[in-house]
């Protein structure tokens, strides 16, 4: 990102941009830039996220941003981070923005050499290899959910990235952290009108998020009950993730520009194991 630009628009966020054949990664990256997303965001679970970076930015031009959703502070460090992204062209390093997480304690703390510490004294920690490195606040980004995250995106970074979040958050984001940081969104989505349906592949998508404090936690803050989470009942779900015809996905991303956010990223949701489904992504273009 180049100084005090603010990513807009909306974006992709999708594990099919990160896994898989690189020939196919790129293909599809270039078909969504055509389709007119601002940018492209990635998760970070495991394996080479730099070379899958590099796949992106190669398949893109100019003016998309490729972004990272998040990059696991646990799995790379700041100077293996800086290094990378020292070594790109300059056209590239402008266009990347950096998303970084402090991911799960039992995700963490399930792999060797990992342990689990403190999530804001790590990320501080974290920021402080970054500015080290060369990499400059406005070329990063928070996964951030809670105030006092949401307070550290604003003072050391652009912004936030915060993921399953409501529009009511969105609010509370930009409450806490101003009208100048970056608060790009995440929003999941299921293009389908059928409720059930909707919901039974909104329920698979949480369900593994209903287990982690991070995102109960927030959930709970935001005024639901362990009950909701527990069942991942429809007014969670509902809450969460949006469902419906083009129409009634375009009014969430809306919601959350008018509760404040600069960008939205939008995570088409789909059955387990199902393929990209290129033609859904052409019917969401902005």
């Keep these: 990102m180049t100084e005090n630009a603010v990513l807009t628009g909306t974006g992709v966020w999708a594990h099919e941009l990160r896994y898989g054949d690189p020939g196919e990664i790129a293909d599809l990256a270039a078909e969504l830039e ?3 997303f601002s940018a492209l965001w990635v998760p970070d679970v495991g394996g080479d996220l730099f070379g899958a970076l590099d796949t992106l930015l190669a398949a893109t031009a100019s003016t998309t941003t490729i972004a990272t959703g998040i990059l696991n502070v646990w799995m790379h460090t700041p100077a293996e981070t800086a290094g990378w992204r020292a070594g790109l062209a300059d056209a590239d390093r402008d266009r990347l923005l950096l998303g970084i997480g402090i991911s799960h304690a039992s995700f963490i703390n399930a792999h060797e050499g990992m342990s689990w510490d403190k999530p804001l004294t790590t990320m501080r920690t974290y920021l402080d290899g970054l500015d080290a490195g060369g990499v400059p606040p406005e070329a990063r980004c928070l996964a951030a959910l809670g105030p006092k995250m949401l307070e550290l995106a604003r003072d050391r970074s652009a912004g936030a990235h915060p993921y399953l979040v409501t529009p009511e958050h969105t609010a509370i984001a930009r409450e806490t952290m101003g009208p100048d940081a970056l608060l790009a969104v995440e929003q999941g989505v299921v293009l389908d009108t059928d409720p059930d349906a909707a919901r039974a592949v909104a329920r698979q998508a949480l369900s593994i998020y209903a287990t982690l404090p991070n995102y109960t936690n927030n959930w709970n803050w935001l005024g639901f ?10 007014r969670l779900v509902d809450a ?3 469902w419906g015809d083009e129409g009634a996905l375009a009014a969430r991303v809306q919601a959350h520009r008018d509760a404040g956010a600069d960008h939205v990223c939008v995570q088409l949701l789909g059955p387990p194991g199902a393929p990209v489904d290129r033609d859904a992504w052409r019917r969401l273009a902005p």
């Design 225 to 234: 009950t362990d009950e909701d989470i527990e069942t991942l009942s429809d």
């Design 240 to 242: 969460v993730v949006a």
């Design 34 to 36: 055509g389709l007119g």
